[in-house]
Structures are given as C-alpha cells and as structure tokens.
C-alpha cells in the first residue's frame, strides 16, 4: 500500500507559479511509476504528467499533456519520497484539483497516460488561478 498527500495548491494571479508536492509512504518509492491528473468543475479528470520509476538512479522518463507543455515540469526525489510539479505561467484554464498518483511496482521505464493505469491517488489539492 502506498499513501499519497499533496500540498502546494492556492490561488495564484495568471501568469504566476506553483509547485506541488507529492509524499508517498513506503520504502519502494523509487520503483513506482508516478503522475499527477487534474479536474476540473463539470469536466473529467484529465493527465497532466507523468514519470516512470527510477530506481538505479537513471532520470526517469516523463511526458506531458500538449496544453501544459513547455510550462510544466515533473520531477522527484526519491530520498524524500516526493513528487513535485513545478507549473509556470499559469493560465485560468489551470483551475482545477490536482491528484497525484503511483502505480507499481513498476519494472520497465514505461509512462502511463491513462487514469485507470495507475493503483493509488492522493486526496487532491485545489490550484485556483485568476485572470
């Protein structure tokens, strides 16, 4: 079982910047495949980013949603069991919850886009953006 809780959402003006954090519990943290969705109010929840697991120190494989391309970035710590999504120049379209969220173990460096992919998802944190 693995537990997930992010912090870091708020409101920010358009064009200002956030980043979210992501602590997973457990001592395998390295081996999962990680992402981070987000919905908003009356629409489905839609993939954001996403980094497969990076065990044996490689960097990982990520990849993005076209409309966060360029603006967002997904990283992780392992010595901390975090996941973070750095998000810049934040437009109004942004408005949503995050949810992070693993799959795993995971044993190939494979990314994966689809919600229903992944095992374990997080509580969400509202990021609200203002034009």
């Known amino acids: 079982q693995v537990q997930l809780v992010e912090s870091g959402g708020g409101l920010v003006q358009a064009g200002g910047s956030l980043r979210l954090s992501c602590v997973g519990s457990?001592?395998?943290?390295?081996?999962?495949?990680m992402g981070w969705f987000r919905q908003a109010p009356g629409k489905e929840r839609e993939f954001v980013a996403a980094?497969?697991?990076?065990?044996?120190?490689?960097?990982?494989?990520?990849n993005y949603a076209d409309s966060v391309k360029g603006r967002f970035a997904i990283s992780r710590d392992n010595a901390k069991n975090t996941l973070y999504l750095q998000m810049n120049t934040l437009k109004p379209e942004d408005t949503a919850v995050y949810y992070c969220?693993?799959?795993?173990?995971?044993?190939?460096?494979?990314?994966?886009?689809?919600?229903?992919?992944?095992?374990?998802w997080g509580q969400g944190t509202q990021v609200t953006v203002s034009s």
């Open positions: 980094i497969s697991q990076n065990f044996g120190n490689n960097l990982g494989n990520t």
């Open positions: 969220t693993a799959r795993g173990p995971a044993f190939s460096r494979t990314i994966y886009y689809r919600a229903t992919d992944y095992n374990y």
């Open positions: 457990g001592s395998t943290f390295s081996s999962y495949a």
